[in-house]
């Protein structure tokens, strides 16, 4: 009798088992206030806060690796399909290419040092999981630290593509262990960048007074002809492509999705990539 009854307990075993899983639902719970309640990012948190719920229910059925006449788990799936072949990736640079208008920097390229600078983030981020993997509570090597590092950059497209490559590099090296961080980077980077409205006026208030916050900026725009617009996107991808190969597939599918919204053709086209896909990467 007791054989039949116990598997009824088996989700409350782990949760006593592997009290972890409540952190998670809790921080799961956090997301989904501020991008339901608060408003904040939703696109973005509520997916994410989904997905944290779903790969931390009792017994993790949808994280399941298959075998033994049992197919995996569904998010298994969309993590080996999407994440590790980099196709979620991606379509989301397909899509943000598509929905990038590069005017105001062929306007004023003085802007693209803002770019530069920004990547101070990275290798500030990429030390600091150094310092840590020298700590006794984390084993972080280069290639953990450099899929963190990237974090930095604030990009999450970015962040999946460089720590699907860096453990790829790591499994393929004899005698290595290396830890599988994609998805706990990609959490994070989504994250910070959804939180971003949370985190930059508490800073901005702090570094700035309010007579400076008022200052009114003047603009004036450049007009860019259409021939500038349609060039950029092409001789970007040869440069870029060029100069830096391993950053040729997400180069230039952003390129290719940029040349869609430019080129004028392609109505169809660009707004699928900046609508429809969008959306439908987003919620995977």
Known sequence: MIDYIEPIFEGLKSLFYDPKIIIMWIVSAILFYFGIVKKKE???????????????????????????????????????????????????????????????????????????????GVFAALLGALLLGMTPWFNFGL???????????????????????????????????????????????????????IIQPPI??????????????????KKISKRTKIIFPIATLIIVSVLVPDASPLISVMMFGNLLRESGVVDRLAKTAQNDLMNIVIIL
Do not use: C, H, W
Request: proline share 7%.
């Open 42 to 120: 939703p696109l973005l948190l509520i997916p994410i806060s989904s997905g944290i719920l779903f790969a931390n229910l009792p017994m993790g059925e949808l994280i399941r690796v298959g075998g033994n006449g049992e197919p995996d788990g569904f998010i298994k799936i969309f993590q080996d399909i999407g994440l590790s072949t980099d196709i979620l990736p991606l379509l989301v640079f397909l899509g943000m290419g598509a929905l990038t208008d590069f005017e105001p920097v062929l306007a004023n390229p003085k802007t693209l040092l803002l770019g530069a600078a920004a990547q101070v």
């Open 204 to 221: 901005i208030r702090l570094f700035t007074t309010k007579n400076e916050r008022r200052i009114r900026m003047d603009y004036a725009s």
């Open 143 to 197: 290639l953990e630290a450099s899929s963190i590092g990237i974090i930095g950059g604030a990009d999450g497209p970015t962040t999946i593509f460089i720590s699907t490559r860096m453990r790829e590099i790591g499994q393929s090296i004899p005698n290595l262990n290396i830890m599988d961080i994609v998805g706990a980077t990609a959490v994070a980077a989504y994250s910070y960048m959804a939180l971003v409205p």
